[in-house]
Antibody, heavy 121, light 110 residues
Framework: EVQLLESGGGLVQPGGSLRLSCAASGFTFSSYAMNWARQAPGKGLEWVSG????????YYADSVKGRSTISRDNSKNTMYLQMDSLRAEDTAVYYC??????????????WGQGTLVTVPS | QSALTQPASVSGSPGQSITISCTGTSSDVGAYNYVSWYQQHPGKAPKLMLYDVSNRPSGVSNRFSGSKSGNTASLTISGLQAEDEADYYC??????????FGGGTKLTVL
């Protein structure tokens, strides 16, 4: 059974940093791209970042480019999102999602339950 | 990276069919067949309902179907059931090797 468990969310002051983690199990982690998506309170989904199965290719939404770094440790079956210079508009539930493919960020067939990041205004 | 355009809300009675549209551009929906649809119930994580425009993952009811014409993709739910009431999001791969979601559609089963 595929399981994705996010952690690392919490309250952080504007300008601060946070590292989110996503621990995966139930599939061959290195064979699939992984992604982060977020959902602000009462709002829609927003894709944040993706990383290929090998970790050699990374992708970012314009809203976080330059402020965030996605990475993965295939030996630990874990993906990370380092977020810096956090702003109030980064407040959201952050979801970890598995892609159906190894290299592209296109289809998320499994999602975690999310971790809440709060940046007060 | 502008969001794909979806109607804010749609509604239908049990047993009826509804269609939700998802309009993008020639750089996303119109360029690739990597359109997906997700269902999200309140307080829950999204669930994949369709991928690659019209493919259903294992376990998803065949009442859910998808299509695409030009820059617009569509999700059709036939034989509407109370449990279908949820938010629905489309997504598309883009020419920038990124992904974009639609703004979401709230489906109400009357």
């Amino acid at each position: 059974e595929v399981q994705l468990l996010e952690s690392g969310g919490g309250l952080v002051q504007p300008g601060g940093s946070l590292r989110l983690s996503c621990a995966a199990s139930g599939f061959t982690f290195s064979s699939y791209a992984m992604n982060w998506a977020r959902q602000a309170p009462g709002k829609g989904l927003e894709w944040v970042s993706g990383i290929s199965g090998s970790g050699g290719s990374t992708y970012y939404a314009d809203s976080v480019k330059g402020r965030s770094t996605i990475s993965r440790d295939n030996s630990k079956n874990t993906m990370y999102l380092q977020m810096d210079s956090l702003r109030a508009e980064d407040t959201a539930v952050y979801y970890c999602a598995k892609d159906r493919k190894r290299t592209t960020v296109a289809t998320f067939d499994y999602w975690g339950q999310g971790t809440l990041v709060t940046v007060p205004s | 990276q502008s969001a794909l355009t979806q109607p804010a809300s749609v509604s239908g009675s049990p047993g009826q069919s509804i269609t939700i549209s998802c309009t993008g551009t020639s750089s996303d929906v119109g360029a690739y067949n990597y359109v997906s649809w997700y269902q999200q119930h309140p307080g829950k994580a999204p669930k994949l309902m369709l991928y690659d425009v019209s493919n259903r993952p294992s376990g998803v009811s065949n009442r859910f179907s998808g299509s695409k014409s030009g820059n617009t993709a569509s999700l059709t739910i036939s034989g509407l059931q109370a449990e279908d009431e949820a938010d629905y999001y489309c997504s598309s791969y883009t020419s920038s090797s990124t992904l974009v979601f639609g703004g979401g559609t709230k489906l109400t089963v009357l």
